[in-house]
């Protein structure tokens, strides 16, 4: 019964409704909707409508919207109720079909849950599509933030909390030791620890580091490796970097930073200070390398390729560097492979015809066009590394995308260089260059200096004066060449232009003014130039103080002494090196001595006994495999066993073959000899058409053969730009107006004019600062004495000095080591006792004989002519004897010294005339030479009077006219005392 009817109102439609309500809510719950206690309390919720309140149980069990449907029906007001039994009913039925009802206002979720209940299949294959939506795009989202983020939490960390290095490390160079958790490096010199782990893909390594207080300043730097290299020969188990890149902060001497691949890529201004602790950090990322300091950006260059992999290395520049958290981070490891992984990583191990047919397959079935692109780019690489050039070409054609278009062209560009094309690179790095975008232009910066920088490590100045010339032209003021260009003025001795075009070079201009002599400029100006500064405090007597200030230098120190032959401050400052201490006190003739301080230490016994002279006593001392029993066996004239010994003393084995005539000997394959010795022994056997054969790109050689060849205008042609060349063929030419244009910077084509005109004094007052040029200069003026006191350090020139002054015996006992010196004093000393009337005995082996020709450029009138005159002056050879030999010397020595040997004998044999001597291209010391043969050949004519008028000519030459060959002098005051009789 409804409200209405409780009160007796006329009955309605909507009655009807309230009682299908009431009927449904009791089916529904199991109750009616209204009960009462008694009578009375039913009739009255009756009459006003009320529903007695559901449990909660109930209605957690019953729909919403079939409740709301009840509740709606069993509404107290008429307008609240359904207006038609119809209206009831169509709202069960959409709530049995899942529909939505009118007396239920649903929510989102009321409606998601109704339509997953009324379309379940449908629902369930939406729900899995959506999760797998959800998952790849967590997937990407997270390779998003592993890629363009931060690298997350390091995959190695290392803060050297054991006493001792961990087997993952490994010292390459130098000397570290580990303290209070953190590595520091003491060997004097450079620090290369490496840390045995390959990381693949994209890499960041930061580590924090410190220079000591009192440490010296220099590089706090990282080196990362393609990949390491066991070498089994030499020290067993040594390990080499390959292809290294540095990373480096205080980088020559605190200088610099830079990033340095093949040449410097990335440079910047950046000084250390030593007590300050700094972070460093480099990111390697694909293409993208980075160098940090302190988080701050300090370097970056971009790659052609990215980099595959590899390892890397703590590197440190003197002792006092300290490294701690050391920290390796990754990204996206292991999760996601480049497509051409593989073909790169077969490329760079170089097997290229795998790489290539990779690449090729990428290139044919891979949708992306930029690998496509990168794909097509190595795969012509890979047909150039292969030789196939052409082909090379043919799959560049196809490229489009410009940074490829740019890498071909530097590609091409290495190409020729490699293949020493150097006007077509010059001429296509000036047309790239004009057409250049700014990316391909900073690589061709790049470029340049990797060029110019092989050029100068190999000698090549010609050449690296033409790509100095391009610098000039296109980009003069790449402040990233500058390291490069200081070492090139160095090499060439162009120390003021040094100064003058890179004044803000530290390191360079403390070097250029050492090599001046300016050694109190330079401890001003560059105090904190170790190397320099420490060698100019020696220069200025101040050893004790270098030593203080640089301790780390002290192995710089010990050669520089010795180059000084500063024996006696090497025993006072280094007592405890015993190598140091055996050469200073053989230097200061305390040979016994060093056998009392090293008795067990048989090497520096046998050293000793063989400067004393005494190779017997050594030999018993050197009793395995060495130098020193090579050379005792060399002096006691066991030439086939020292030649044996080729491997531990190739110089010394070389001497042997001399001495035994087999110098053809040391060009074979089998006896191991290195390039040095074969250069020597084809130049000893005049065979100079071979050395330019086969050492071609060798320029200093090539001047040098040429010029025994008498080819000085093939010099100056060929040659132009080379240090000394075409001032030295116009030298040799005694056209000096021309030898000093060619070098008016060069002081030594200065020395050589003043030299060869006399002006010794001169010498003295402009270059006294050459220690060379002024020790010949007081030989050209007979100031022997000075020689010996001022220039001890000038061995050669003190021997010289002391020939001069017939001090034979002093020249063979202290100067056994300048073999050629040696065996002038043994001439010397015959043609004393000749001069003095003495008989001198003859034997085979005597020094006269032909088994005592030497090779000696100063002394060539000593070495190869007097043996052979002297002889048959002395009647120990007969004319036809005589003839034999000189032209047997004449054949065998067609080109040594500049042809002069060969006119000499000439001459003496009537092949040649006087023009034809006196206009050949060799004019220095012409006319002692044309005297001094002319003498001969009128004397071996008979012709008395005439030979003594030219010895006379020759005497009478003024001093820097005559080669200073004590020798030939002696020589000729003999034959004029012997002929004025």
Known sequence: MSPQQAKNLPPTAADDVYCLGATLFHCVFGRLPTEGETLGELWSKKENGVIDPLPKADLNRVPPPLVAIIMKALASEVEDRYRTPEEFARDLRHFQAGLAVSAYPETLWDYCLRTLKRNRGVALGMLVACTAVAVLASFLIWQYYQEHTGWGTPVVYEGFSTPVLSENWRVLEGDAFIQDGRLITTGPRGHKILYQRKFEGDVAISFDARILNDAPVGDISLIWYRDIQVEEKGRSGHIRGIDPIYFQLGAWDNAFARIKERSTVALARRHLEAGKAYHVRVEIEGRHLKLFQDHKLVCQYDRVFPLNGGYFALYAYYPGKVFDNVRVYQKHFAVK??????????????FYERALHYYDRIVHSHQNHAVTEYARYRKGLCYLMLGREQDAERVWRLL?????LDAVSCRQLEQLFRQKKHDQVIRNLRLSWSKASASLRQQLIILWGVFFEDLVNHRRFSQAAQYLELR??????????????????????DYYRLLETLPNEPWACAQALYHLGLYKKLLKLYPNQRGPASLALVRLNQTATALQKFPERRSSILQELRRLRRWQEILDFFPDNPQAVTKALIGLGRYDEVLKRFPTQHDLCAMALLAKGSPQEALKYAQKPSRQRALALLRLGRFEEAFALRAYAPKVAFLAAQRMGKVKDCLKPENGFPDEIRIRSLMHLGEFSRVLKLFPNEEDLCVVALGHMGKYSEIIEQYPNTIWGPAWAYSMQQRWREALAAAPDNAWTHIDYLQAHGKHRQILEQYGNYARASAQALIYLGRYDDVLQFYPEQRDTCALALLFQKKVDEVIAKYQDLHDRVIEAEYLKQLIALRAGKEVPFTRKDIFSDEYVGYSGHAMFAHFLMPVVVRYLLKYRTRAETDQRLRQLAENNRYHFHQRLWAMLSLIQGKLSRSEFLNQPHQ????SDFYLAKALEREFAQDLREARSY????????PCHRIPDPVSWFFVDWRLEVLKK
């Open 337 to 350: 492979v480049r497509s051409t992984q593989v073909p790169d990583t077969y490329f760079s191990d170089g």
């Open 400 to 404: 489009t995308r410009q940074e490829y």
């Open 472 to 493: 000039r032209e296109l980009f003069p003021n790449a402040q990233l060449h500058n390291p490069i260009l200081g070492r090139y003025f160095l090499r060439r001795g």
């Open 924 to 927: 220095l010391f012409i006319l």
């Open 951 to 958: 010895y006379t000519k020759y005497r009478e030459l003024a």
